[in-house]
Nanobody
Framework: VQLQASGGGLVQPGGSLRLSCEPS????????IGWARQVPGKERDAISC????????NYADSVRGRFTIGRDNAENTVYLQMNNLKPDDTAVYYC???????????????WGQGTLVTVSS
C-alpha cells in the first residue's frame, strides 16, 4: 500500500493544521492506519491510528485532547486534525499502516513519505 500524505506547513503556536493521507488501495489486510512523527535525531513514534475493523481510535499521550484522527469516506482518505499546536509538535509526519499483528495498537509496518510540520512564531 502506497501512502500519500499532505497538509504540512508552518504554523504559529496555538494554531491548527489538518494532514491528509490517501492510501493507494484499502487492502483487506489493513489492521490500522494512522500517523507517526519523527524529530531529527530521534526515533519515529506512532501518535495516532484508527482500527479498520471497528473504527476505534488510539492516541499517544503527547497529542491526546489536541489531535483528532478520522476517515473521510467520501474522499477515501484519513486525516489528522491538529489543534493547539506547540513547538514540540515540530516534526516530519508520516502516514502509516499496519497489516500484521503487532505488540499493540498503531504498531505500523508500512510508512509513506513524510510531510513537514513546523510550529514556530
Amino acid at each position: 500500500v502506497q501512502l500519500q500524505a499532505s497538509g504540512g506547513g508552518l504554523v504559529q503556536p496555538g494554531g491548527s493544521l489538518r494532514l491528509s493521507c490517501e492510501p493507494s488501495v484499502w487492502s483487506l489486510d489493513l489492521i490500522t492506519i494512522g500517523w507517526a512523527r519523527q524529530v531529527p535525531g530521534k526515533e519515529r513514534d506512532a501518535i495516532s491510528c484508527i482500527t479498520i475493523r471497528d473504527g476505534g481510535t488510539n492516541y499517544a499521550d503527547s497529542v491526546r485532547g489536541r489531535f483528532t484522527i478520522g476517515r473521510d469516506n467520501a474522499e477515501n482518505t484519513v486525516y489528522l486534525q491538529m489543534n493547539n499546536l506547540k513547538p514540540d509538535d515540530t516534526a516530519v509526519y508520516y502516514c502509516a499502516t499496519q497489516s500484521h499483528s503487532g505488540v499493540g495498537p498503531c504498531d505500523f509496518d508500512n510508512w509513506g513519505q513524510g510531510t513537514l510540520v513546523t510550529v514556530s512564531s
